[in-house]
């Protein structure tokens, strides 16, 4: 048995764990905001994208981490 | 006996694959632990990239060919995206981010072709196409680029004075109590700021890259687990939204890099107004006729 596999199973789990929470928060703040303030819509749409794709990149660097390790089994 | 599936490092390639060597080194050297090759070759990468400036070359011509006041059909589309772009970099730093428009328009636009290009079928499946933001190497390329650049920027904007905000010796210049102590910790943040700069490489080539490449591989694993390929259409859809929003993170973050770095740290108040556009400049973004 490999545990490569397990290894890039576990980072990425992990990895994922917080941006996931990062980005449930982001998108439920910025829906409140949008709630509240209807006007300033697009504006916190954009900046609910972009901040969605930052916090999304350290999920991707822990998915880049379980390739290489895969790569490794 | 389980099921087996596919090896997914090895059927994807995680870089382009050489067409024609002309130079390697073969055995990869290590530098720190990575194995790492000396390796100058014609990519598939770099066909693909070439056919994706041929493409954004054709369409610039044929849009400005016969320029007219009136435009419609390509050339109204190609200036209704061209102002949408200097509309948007004004909304980030005011008009005098203007100037970075050029840089900030055609990385979007390279980028996002290149993203998009990887959904189309055979991109990356067959030899002589492989999708260029998917290969590493270019990402890391255009990254390092837009880190010289900006670092020439801030330099030529704030000149020797740049390098303050890595080594900021004010500390050391407060008098009084145990402000002594201020000194240490501005060279602690200094050195927290430079590694910050070298780390911006970094993220944006893996963010870009880690983004096309799992994207591709999604799509592939879709198309398995469902048997029928035309059932992974909705994740093309998602695909060619994380393509666009991806490349936009990329311009975008290298076009609020060239930003902290033109303002100036000197005196506070001048940071807020560096930012805020001026209400007497001319408002180019918004010389339009007003839409229906």
């Known amino acids: 048995m490999n545990l490569a596999w397990l290894a890039a199973g576990i980072a990425v ?6 941006p996931g929470i990062g980005i449930g928060i982001l998108t439920a703040k910025s829906s409140e905001a949008m709630g509240r303030n209807p006007d300033a819509a697009a504006t916190i749409r954009t900046n609910m994208i972009i901040g969605a794709a930052l916090a999304e990149g350290l999920g991707i660097l822990a998915f880049v981490l379980g390739i290489l390790l895969s790569g490794k089994a | 006996m389980p099921p087996s599936y596919p090896d997914i490092p090895k059927a994807f390639e995680l870089t382009g694959q050489p067409l024609v060597t002309f ?3 073969g055995e990869p050297a290590s530098v720190v632990g990575i194995g790492v090759v000396w390796d100058w070759s014609y990519t598939n990468a770099h066909f693909t990239m070439l056919l ?7 369409i610039s011509v044929l849009a400005t060919r016969r320029l007219s006041d009136r435009p419609s059909g390509l050339q109204n589309f190609i200036e209704l995206l061209v102002q949408g772009l200097a509309d948007f970099v004004e909304s980030i730093g005011g008009p005098g981010v203007q100037k970075y428009l050029p840089l900030f328009g055609t990385l979007l636009l390279f980028l996002v072709t290149s993203n998009w290009l990887s959904v189309v079928p055979f991109v990356g499946q067959v030899t002589w196409l492989h999708a260029p933001t ?3 190497h270019i990402n890391a390329g255009l990254a390092i680029l837009a880190f010289a650049l900006y670092q020439a920027e801030g330099f030529r904007k704030n000149g020797a004075t740049y390098v303050r905000r890595w080594v900021n010796l004010s500390g050391f210049m407060e008098k009084g109590g145990l402000k002594f102590m201020l000194g240490p910790i501005f060279l602690l943040v200094g050195l927290i700021e430079f590694a910050s700069e070298i780390f911006r490489i970094l993220t944006l080539t893996l963010r870009l890259w880690g983004n ?3 994207g591709e591989i999604m799509l592939v694993v879709m198309s398995a687990l469902l048997f029928v390929p035309g059932l992974a259409l909705p994740f093309v859809g998602l695909e060619v939204f994380i393509g666009l929003v991806q490349g936009l993170i990329f311009s975008l973050l290298v076009l609020i890099y060239f930003i902290l770095a033109t303002e100036s740290h000197e005196e506070h108040g001048e940071t807020e107004h560096a930012l805020e556009p001026h209400p007497d400049d001319v408002d180019l973004a918004h010389a339009r006729p007003q839409a229906a």
């Not at chain 2, 994706?52 to 054709?58: E, G, M, P, Q």
Request: glycine share 18%.
């Open chain 2, 134 to 136: 998917a290969d590493y």
């Open chain 1, 13 to 18: 789990g992990f990895g994922v764990l917080g």
């Open chain 2, 52 to 58: 994706v400036i041929a493409l954004l070359t054709a």
């Open chain 2, 23 to 25: 130079a390697t080194t």
């Open chain 2, 212 to 214: 096309v490449l799992g």
